[in-house]
């Protein structure tokens, strides 16, 4: 089974997994943070900052079955890692210190695991700590995580107290008769808390010291009893596994991680991809920074193989194969450029970021045409500061980067139509696109209102795919565009000379072309935040809320704590968590998540767009290519329809 460990950072996430690790005999001894020796933070960078930013596996042994044990990253910054990790946990545990309570990156990390229903026990650390109130860090975690947050305190995995049975009893009408009538019987109430943790109706919290080794045995008895999997019993199906990680080896070899959800597969294999078939060349299991081979995985493995180019975290494999369509919740809000020598090549810089990216795919690398220069997406500062260093580590490259910005993005005002024609000699294809609004947060979706008579069905495949392959650029300030679907009106391809290429350069043109018709929109991200700070700080933050435009939810107070929360615009936000900070004397907490992608106020939007001083020209291009006197002739934006050889549809 698959057991993944989640926490605010600095709960002590990363010394309760070297605990449990030594516990269990897959280390010798146990490493500390603070001495820069943790077993599953290798990197040179996670043991330099002291901070978990990749997510890595252990093997244990527990009563006689490996469990594959993942800790994943705290520091926001790297949520996208750890939402990837959480789609091949079986179920997680969440660490929450006893002296700080929930936090707001606890808050993150359980809405996370409840979206994704991943069964979760708690572990309450830190409980030897001075001022550590369990009673009041329980009832905070019922009130602000899930009033189905359970005291199991004391169990561990066979008889329970008197309050956990009544609990366990409560949630089952006929275990609360069973109570009445017979009383407690260990074996059922077992079995009934295990279905009720796996159905993620309770949430089981225990207690300890993970520096100390307090109660950490008991915790892992209990997860044992109460996490079940089936795994055994999936093995003869066919053979399906989901994508969850890349990494690259010392010599840039590419590695792709899996899990596998059903059947098996052996060395040498031929398995599906959403590429089309791929050989298994090779199957390694991995226990921290090192790799032991195996021939064969089967269902509830996590593995990793070498190669498998193009498959990416998310994709099943195997029977089904598929490339991921959902988009991760984690997405980043900066963008910055990227600063080095002019006497490096710029294909240097990018191969190395593009490498990054298979690993980290936030971290989204855009390149500008002609000498603009290369920029990448990011989630913070910390993550530009870890990307810096890592150019530097692996790659032997010096970069800097310049200020980081807020990333926005675009759509249209109303339906606008373009036409792309592409016509050098013996090349020929034509479309019209219609871009419609669409509701917001649904990307760019795409629809054919053409007659297979007027373009045969293959070509109105190849246009869907053209469409959706690549992230056009709005005309305002080159941000992605967003909230558009695409609707081919008609199109016309040659008998002999037209190529799928063809079409490629017609959809790319006919996207422009109707944004350079149309009338464009600037969104920009607005963020759910949750701030948690000192009750005598409350009138401080309340102003400095009002004054960036944030909607704010009735304050909840608890004892000498108060928490806000709400919704604002991240250009207000991004900056003030040094102002926070400095107003709550260190004492606060804030944490903020995109929560949807909102129209810009006009004054804002203009003051962006003059900023940015983006020239639609210089990107893809609205201009067409038609043929004269055989040759290719351009043809400006604004001129295409004059040209257009595609009759204009009714309406048009």
């Given at each position: 089974m698959t057991i993944g460990v989640l926490a605010h950072v600095d709960a002590g996430k990363t010394t309760f997994s070297e605990r449990v690790l030594s516990l269990s005999g897959a280390i010798r001894t146990m490493g500390r943070v603070d001495h820069g020796d943790a077993f599953l933070d290798a990197h040179p960078i996670e043991r330099e900052r002291g901070i978990t930013i990749f997510s890595d596996q252990a093997l244990l042994e527990r009563d006689?079955?490996?469990?594959?044990?993942?800790?994943?990253?705290?520091?926001?910054?790297?949520?996208?890692?750890?939402?990837?990790?959480?789609?091949?946990?079986?179920?997680?545990?969440?660490?929450?210190?006893?002296?700080?309570?929930?936090?707001?990156?606890?808050?993150?990390?359980?809405?996370l695991l409840r979206e994704n229903c991943v069964p979760t026990l708690i572990f309450l650390n830190k409980t030897d700590r001075e001022g550590a109130d369990a009673e009041k860090v329980l009832a905070q975690m019922k009130r602000l995580l899930s009033p189905d947050v359970i005291d199991a305190r004391g169990f561990a995995g066979g008889t329970m107290s008197e309050t956990l049975a009544e609990e366990v009893a409560a949630r089952d009408e006929t275990l609360m008769e069973r109570l009445f009538d017979t009383g407690y019987d260990e074996a059922l109430w077992l079995s009934e808390l295990s279905r009720q943790v796996m159905a993620c109706a309770a949430f089981p919290v225990l207690a300890g010291s993970a520096l100390r080794g307090d109660g950490v045995e008991e915790f892992m008895r209990a997860l044992r009893a109460l996490v079940r999997t089936d795994w055994h019993t999936r093995e003869t199906g066919p053979f399906r596994a989901r994508a969850y990680k890349i990494r690259h080896d010392a010599q840039g070899g590419r590695l792709c991680f899996f899990k596998v959800l059903s059947g098996a597969a052996a060395v040498r294999d031929e398995i599906e991809t959403p590429q089309g078939p791929a050989k298994l060349s090779a199957l390694s299991v991995w226990h921290g920074p090192r790799a032991r081979s195996v021939e064969r995985a089967a269902a509830g493995d996590l593995c990793a193989c070498p190669g498998l180019e193009g498959v990416m975290p998310g994709d099943t494999l195997g029977e089904g194969a598929a490339r991921r369509t959902a988009e991760w919740s984690c997405e980043p809000m900066l963008t910055a450029d990227v600063l080095w020598d002019a006497a490096v090549p710029e294909n240097r810089v990018l191969a190395a970021l593009h490498m990054l990216e298979e690993e980290e795919s936030s971290l989204q690398v855009e390149t500008r045409g002609n000498g603009g220069g290369i920029?990448?997406?990011?989630?913070?500062?910390?993550?530009?500061?870890?990307?810096?260093?890592?150019?530097?580590?692996?790659?032997?490259?010096?970069?800097?980067?310049?200020?980081a910005r807020v990333l926005y993005r675009e759509t249209v005002k109303a339906p606008c139509v373009g036409i792309g024609h592409y016509e050098p000699l013996s090349h020929y294809a034509e479309v019209w696109l219609r871009l419609v609004p669409a509701e917001p947060g649904s990307g760019v979706t795409f629809r054919s209102l053409c007659h297979v008579d007027t373009l045969a069905l293959n070509w109105q495949r190849l246009i869907e795919t053209h469409v959706l392959e690549k992230q056009h650029r709005g005309v305002l300030t080159g941000a992605p565009l967003t909230d558009v679907r695409v609707e081919l009106l008609t199109g016309r391809a040659h008998l002999k000379h037209t190529e799928g290429g063809d079409f490629r350069q017609s959809v790319y043109r006919a996207v422009r072309n109707a944004l350079m018709h149309g009338e464009s929109r600037l969104l920009e991200p607005v963020c759910r935040f949750a701030l948690r700070a000192p009750q005598e700080c409350y009138g401080r933050l309340a102003g400095d809320l009002s004054r960036m435009r944030a909607q704010v939810e009735p304050p909840e107070y608890d004892g000498d704590r108060v928490t806000l929360r709400g919704e604002a615009p991240f250009a207000t936000l991004s900056g003030y968590q040094t102002e926070f900070l400095t107003a709550t004397h260190g004492k606060g907490a804030l944490t903020v998540r995109l929560s949807r992608y909102a129209p810009c106020r006009d004054e804002d939007a203009a003051r962006v767009i003059a900023e940015t001083d983006y020239n639609p020209l210089a990107d893809d291009t609205p201009d067409s290519v038609f043929c004269q006197r055989g040759a290719g002739v351009r043809v400006a934006w604004d001129h295409v329809r004059e040209w257009a050889q595609c009759e204009a549809p009714e309406g048009i």
């Open positions: 006689g079955d490996t469990i594959y044990w993942v800790d994943t990253p705290g520091h926001a910054d790297f949520s996208p890692e750890m939402e990837r990790a959480v789609s091949v946990m079986d179920a997680a545990v969440v660490v929450v210190s006893c002296a700080e309570g929930v936090q707001s990156h606890t808050e993150t990390v359980f809405r920029a990448v997406r990011v989630m913070g500062g910390i993550q530009l500061e870890v990307l810096r260093e890592l150019l530097g580590s692996r790659f032997g490259l010096e970069v800097s980067f310049g200020p």
